[in-house]
């Protein structure tokens, strides 16, 4: 396994480490049934730092996808610059698609599913995580509530604040289903991320995890509406 020179953070906060996340990833991934393949190609939609994308590219061919080149890691993946939510690539390209972190920052989120959709192949799987809007504390802007207000109307409060700096378009569950539901068949994991943190590599005190783990993992898919991250795996629907 390739190294991070930093120790993953505590999970459930968007500082985590990218060793960490990117393990997260590929333990889903594999809850889902996509086994870790190089021969398998893998977009990464979102490329930030790139250390995502590194860590991924020792288990697929990985190619990653950003509106701009921010990379501190630029080894083992291939980089293309991109113009808003087209991705510049032929159909039924991809085995595996990442979205993590990423459709909040659209323009379209529309545009950004069909466009997933498009290229990844019949057979394929997308890992997707946002933050839930309906979860009481905002992660980019660090603040409670607020976000419950129309997304304009947030955005116009926080830039009164002095606090604005790019627009986060946050979807509920109900919202990310109903995006998604035309195109693809939808699996929940942030139920399973919830009840079993230390099995997703998130950096959680033992007793706390243990008091997680005894709660009946219904009672987290029937709360899925309001999990902090909701974290899925979309496979296309094959009638398309």
């Not at 990833?25 to 049934?33: F, H, M, N, R, V």
């Not at 991705?87 to 390209?93: K, S, V």
């Not at 946002?130 to 509530?145: K, S």
């Not at 979807?171 to 994991?189: E, M, Y």
């Amino acid at each position: 396994m390739k190294t991070n020179p930093t120790s993953p953070k505590p999970g459930f906060i968007v500082q985590s480490g990218r060793q960490a996340k990117a393990l997260k990833i590929l333990k889903i991934l594999e809850d889902a049934g996509k086994v870790r393949n190089s021969s398998l190609k893998l977009l990464d939609i979102g490329t930030g730092n790139g250390e995502i994308a590194f860590f991924l590219s020792e288990f697929f061919d990985v190619t990653s996808v950003d509106v701009k080149d921010q990379r501190s890691q630029t080894g083992g993946f291939k980089f293309v610059c991109t113009e808003g939510e087209y991705l510049p690539f032929e159909n039924r390209h991809f085995d595996v698609v990442i979205s993590n972190h990423v459709i909040e920052h659209v323009n379209n989120a529309d545009v950004h599913l069909t466009e997933i959709y498009r290229v990844l192949k019949s057979d394929g799987a997308v890992y997707l995580a946002t933050p839930n809007r309906l979860w009481p504390w905002e992660v980019h802007y660090r603040m409670p509530l607020l976000h419950y207000l129309p997304q304009p109307v947030f955005m116009q409060i926080l830039k009164y604040m002095g606090k604005y700096h790019e627009e986060v378009n946050l979807l509920s569950w109900f919202s990310l289903k109903d995006k998604a539901q035309n195109h693809f068949s939808i699996s929940i994991f942030s139920d399973s991320v919830c009840k079993w943190p230390q099995r997703y590599y998130l950096n959680l005190n033992n007793k706390v995890a243990l008091l997680l783990s005894w709660i009946p993992l219904f009672l987290y898919r029937i709360c899925t509406f309001i999990h902090p991250t909701l974290i899925v795996v979309f496979k296309p629907k094959i009638n398309q």
